[in-house]
């Protein structure tokens, strides 16, 4: 089976919420589970014998109030069940008539952890007698079933898509009415999965909502949602697709896949979209004091630690917060089977994931080596191939990325708290994913022949020298050093941009940027030695378009994928930019006066007479005027100056006057005169 729904980033919170459904017991909370799927033939696999849970939620709820309240409906339709009924603010909301073809199976373990017998909650709908746990379906047949198996529904969204003939909506026409499953509750924490089946011929699936006066806490994987397919015209929502595992505010938990950036620079390869692929996002909780010698080791990743997602927990309960492990995967009208090779590809690095969270702080900290160089640590969003179990893996022939050292680091940017979002860049997904802090980086250093204090220099075009260091962790003692394997650099990258419009590593490929390629670098063999060899590129020649300040912007990247960036926390919030050297260019000598006597000519010997000027520069200031020194950078224009002059022997005179700025541009003025006896 196929399904096309999306899980929507949205709690929506309702004090004394009000329906015929759901009695006024006391405040109460209304969470998004899922959004809609579009109505769509089952695969040919599935069957009553051979159900599929399409779309899965875990929570983990306290009911502590009594009686317990608890109600899954669809959203909430105008008076005709024409259309939503949208809130001021656009939303669906809650309390109108659910869809699901075929069953909504609820799952409860209590604070004993026995987990009750699933029970099949849909009533009032379609009834297939002697089919047991899925005999009822959250469908009536003769208005939606009748128009699904006739393909008048294909396609389209049962939230707002009319009943052929009818005013109504699929939801409110086909439908049953809200479902109570207080029933099913119990006072005190318990595990609630609420999961959707299919059991072949159609799936669709309207909105789903839970509103109850429990209060819900983390939630626990493995659990599932599944997406839009992805057509070769390709429709926005089809392009960016999010799946929600928690939308609770303070501990949302979610991933988004966005193929907007590769359809808008048409490098999506469209034979890979023949098929429709639909993706597929399952997680599961990773605990923190395993992930260095588990699933690290052996790696360059092997001193990182993984970052703690609030709203997901490990399976012994929400007080023992766990990091998230996701897995995004997609299946096909011809291959139900699920793996990241049926994901769509782009010839670029273009597609994007997103790992969306709520977690605790957590900062940096340099490495400071006995050999000398002090590494910078960086945050990281971690690709395994399909299965991993943890350490070095090795992605498939079938997945396109054969030969890329496993696990690569995809991350180009991190920004949060409030959420924390980090943004990761693959050609296409395959397929585990894990964010994390503490990425040993690259050292990368920029030298700027003939530079001056400053960072000055008098020509438009300068010759950069470039060095970049893997990370050589020998004789430290971080946890997992020993376990540090280095990567290889595979490029440096540079540009130069305006120093008050410096691009971010989130808008690559930045336009002009040069990648210098390190030729001796071997990605397609796994490195085992604990140091790997620097790389030196030739020097290169950077010019300038005019006179100003800029900011070279560079970064090593290595063949596990990890970027050199500078990631800078401030006031708790973190942003993500490139490392840069400053190079600010003055070609245009400073102007200096010519000098005024203090008095006409010819001069006696011995008589004093003072010559006035003065100097300005101003792009990078005047160092020199006449006699008079400057600190660099601290003044653009000198005022009027005076010095003696020659009067101590007789004769023709010149005197010449120099002046000099911060790039040692050089200027002179002169004046003649005439000394007598």
């Not at 809650?94 to 869809?99: A, I, K, R, S």
């Not at 992930?291 to 092997?302: K, L, S």
């Not at 600010?584 to 400073?590: I, L, R, S, Y």
Request: proline letters at 10%; a negative charge.
């Amino acid at each position: 089976m196929r399904s096309k729904g999306l899980s929507i980033l949205r709690v929506l919170v309702i004090v004394g919420f009000v329906h015929a459904c759901v009695p006024l017991l006391q405040a109460q909370t209304t969470i998004q589970l899922f959004s809609p799927v579009d109505t769509d033939p089952s695969f040919s696999t599935t069957s009553y014998s051979s159900p599929y849970s399409f779309n899965v939620a875990n929570l983990n709820l306290t009911c502590s109030a009594s009686p317990i309240a608890a109600t899954l409906s669809g959203p909430l339709m105008n008076s005709t069940g024409s259309a939503p009924a949208l809130s001021s603010s656009g939303a669906l909301q809650p309390g109108g008539n659910l869809l699901v073809d075929n069953n909504v199976i609820l799952t409860v373990t209590p604070p004993s952890g026995t987990a009750q017998p699933p029970v099949n909650v849909c009533v009032n709908g379609y009834n297939v007698s002697g089919d047991g746990l899925y005999n009822n379906s959250c469908f009536n047949f003769s208005t939606y079933g009748a128009d699904a198996v006739a393909g008048e529904l294909n396609g389209q969204n049962p939230d707002t898509f009319l009943l052929p003939g009818s005013s109504q909506t699929v939801d409110a026409g086909g439908g049953v009415p809200p479902i109570d499953i207080s029933s099913n509750l119990a006072a005190g924490s318990q595990l609630v999965q609420i999961a959707l089946s299919d059991q072949g011929g159609w799936v669709a699936s309207s909105t789903l909502f839970l509103t109850t006066n429990c209060t819900q806490g983390s939630v626990t994987g493995p659990a599932q949602v599944t997406g839009n397919p992805i057509t070769t015209a390709p429709t926005t929502d089809q392009l960016t697709q999010s799946f929600t595992f928690n939308p609770t505010t303070g501990q949302q938990v979610g991933l988004v896949y966005d193929l907007g950036a590769a359809n808008a620079a048409n490098t999506l390869d469209t034979s890979t979209l023949d098929d429709s692929p639909s993706p597929i996002t399952m997680d599961s909780p990773l605990d923190p004091a395993q992930f260095q010698p588990v699933w690290v080791a052996g790696t360059p990743f092997a001193t990182s630690s993984c970052l703690i997602h609030t709203g997901e927990s490990l399976t012994n309960g929400a007080s023992t917060p766990a990091c998230k492990l996701y897995k995004l995967e997609c299946t096909t009208s011809a291959d139900p089977t699920p793996s990241g090779a049926q994901c769509p590809v782009s010839t670029a690095n273009n597609e994007a994931i997103h790992d969306i969270f709520d977690g605790p702080a957590f900062t940096l900290a340099d490495i400071r080596t006995p050999h000398g160089p002090t590494f910078h640590e960086g945050i990281g969003f971690l690709m395994a191939a399909e299965p991993w179990t943890g350490g070095p893996c090795t992605f498939s022939q079938a997945s396109g990325l054969e030969g890329l050292p496993c696990p690569q680091n995809l991350l180009v940017s991190f920004s949060g708290p409030g959420v924390y979002t980090g943004d990761g860049r693959t050609t296409h997904p395959n397929s585990n994913f894990v964010s994390v802090a503490g990425v040993p980086e690259d050292l990368t250093d920029a030298d700027v022949r003939g530079e001056l204090p400053g960072h000055w220099i008098n020509r438009r075009t300068a010759t950069v020298n470039f060095s970049s260091q893997p990370p050589n962790l020998t004789g430290t003692t971080i946890p997992g050093a020993a376990n540090f394997i280095p990567s290889p650099i595979q490029s440096i990258t540079y540009g130069i941009s305006p120093a008050g419009s410096v691009p971010v590593p989130a808008q690559e490929p930045v336009p002009n940027d040069i990648t210098l390629v390190n030729s001796a670098a071997n990605c397609s063999t796994p490195p085992t030695a604990p140091v790997a060899p620097n790389f030196v590129p030739l020097p290169q020649q950077v010019t300038f378009p005019a006179d100003g300040y800029y900011l070279l912007h560079y970064y090593a990247q290595d063949c596990s994928g990890t970027q050199e960036l500078l990631f800078t926390q401030t006031a708790g919030n973190w942003s993500t930019n490139f490392f840069t050297h400053a190079i600010n260019v003055d070609t245009v000598p400073p102007a200096i006066s010519s000098p005024a006597l203090s008095t006409a000519g010819p001069y006696k010997v011995g008589q004093v007479v003072y010559a006035s000027y003065s100097c300005s520069d101003a792009t990078s200031g005047v160092v020199l005027c006449g006699l008079r020194t400057y600190p660099p950078g601290s003044t653009h224009a000198t005022g009027n100056l005076t010095t003696r002059i020659d009067t101590f022997t007789p004769g023709q005179k010149t005197l010449t006057l120099f002046a000099l700025d911060a790039a040692l541009n050089l200027s002179t003025a002169s004046v003649s005169y005439t000394v007598t006896k």
